[in-house]
Structures are given as structure tokens and as C-alpha cells.
């Protein structure tokens, strides 16, 4: 899994964990909604725009850097201003980029070294998350991206059992989001051999998880109810598959809580993603004479 990709599902499945690590209040997070946008005619993408439901609110610009990038500046700043002068939006905005560790930030040159200053363009290096203690435990989760993997696995497993302490859906959450950091972090191991290592059965079987997962299930079935053609029971859980796989419930946990086998799941998900590329138009066959 690459980091931008990482960081994109964190932060669209969690994103008050960006709004904890810029200093502002978690409950901003609930006024905005993350994207991931091509600059059209350029060979930009920008890793994720917060773009708030209140225009008098700001944008937030963020690039995630892994990775040493000459010019990375230069090239955010030129990915900012085509994104303005494409889009025509006028509002104001702030940029923030996270380097994993001091070494990988070029420094700030001096033409928009006024940026800097005026708290336009921000830069936050997550190595120094490290060195903090009490944390929100979204920040732990940043923290374990970082954390060599010598001490991975501890760090996890701390992470996981706070995570456990969480309440409703935000227990569920959580730790399927140290899931995806666990793939990202051991990616020469499987899923089953992560669940293994890990005890992650254990920390699904709670009450709380359950219950969440419940709850999950019956909004699924509701929409699967609504958006599709009102079918039997069996049907209305195949039709709740890709809305409960967009929360980000896997396979093996949809099938147990629904009843269905794994290849039940996998088909439906299957059935759904041809459907969806199904609805293009296609030019029909001009018959030939003689046909």
C-alpha cells in the first residue's frame, strides 16, 4: 500500500486525526469533507484537499511526504495555484505538509519563505510524534506509520488495546484503521497471519464491535433495501455488501455477521463493481448487409 494511499483512507475514514495534528478542534472535521483531485493539463495530484461545507471557512492543502522530492515546495505551491486558477474559487486556504522525518523536508526557499511566516504554508515533520506522550489516540495511530519496525509490534499492540477502550463506532473503527496500518507496516505478511500475530479475532469479539458492526449491518440492509429492488432477505444482505466494504468491513468479517459465505461476498462485491462499469454507453453494432 503506498503512504499517500494510507494516509488518504485515514484521513477520509478519520479525519479528525488531521484536524488533532494541526492543533484545531477534532469537532471542525465534521464541516469537511476530504478529496483527492487531478490538476487537469498538468502531471499533478494533490494527496488530499479538506474542502469545508462553509465557504467562509478555509481549504486545507495537505502532501504527505515519504519519499526525498527536490523542489517539493516549489511543486506544492504550483499545485495550489493551478487548483485556484482552475477551479475559481475564492476562499481562503492554508497548506500543510507532513514529512515522516526532518530529513526528508528540503527547506523552505526563500521566495515563499513569507508563507511560512504568515502561517500560510505549514509543514509538520510526524517523527516528533515520538517524542510525545498522551496523546489522542488518533495520533498514536500517525505515530505507529512512523515507528520503525523493530517496535512495530508493540506499538500496535498498545494502540490496539486503547483502541479497545474506545466506545460504539468509533471502537469499530478505529481498529480496522490499525488494520490498515498493520498491512501497510508488515507487508510481507497476510491478513491471516496479521490476525495471528496480533490476536485481532479478539479484539472483534467484543460487545461494543458487535454491536457496531450491527448497527452497520442494519443501515446496510436499509440501503440495500432502498436502492434495490426490494428483494428477499438473502438478496437485501447481497445488496448490503458494497456499502458495508465502503465502511471498511472486510470480507471474512461481512460474511460471518451476514450469514454468507466468503465467495457469496466476494461475488456480490463482483457483481456490483461490472454493474457500475456496466452503465457507460456503448455504441451499438451497425448491421451489416446480408446479417
Known sequence: MKTDALFYSLFSNRPEIFFELIGSSPRDAKSYRLEALEIKQTSYRLDGIFRPDDPEQPIYFVEVVFQGQEHFYERFCAKILDYFDQKHESQRWYAWALFASRSLDPGIPLQIEHSIKEGVLNRYHLEDLRRQNDLPLGLELLRLIVTPERESEDEARRVLRRAREEAGAQQKEMIESVETVLVYKFPQLGRKELERMFD????????????????????????????????????????????????????????????????????????????????????????????
Not at 429492488?229 to 438478496?235: A, L, T, Y
Open 200 to 291: 485481532l479475532a479478539a479484539f472483534r469479539d467484543t460487545a461494543v464491535y458487535r454491536e457496531a458492526f450491527t448497527e452497520g449491518e442494519a443501515e446496510g440492509e436499509k440501503w440495500g433495501k432502498r436502492e434495490g429492488e426490494k428483494k428477499g432477505k438473502r438478496e437485501g444482505k447481497l445488496d448490503a455488501v458494497p456499502f458495508l466494504l465502503e465502511l471498511g468491513a472486510s470480507e471474512e468479517q461481512i460474511a460471518v455477521n451476514l450469514s454468507l459465505n466468503v465467495e457469496e461476498v466476494r461475488a456480490a462485491a463482483l457483481a456490483h463493481s461490472k454493474k457500475s462499469s456496466s452503465r457507460k454507453p456503448r455504441s451499438r453494432r451497425r448491421q451489416q448487409p446480408g446479417e
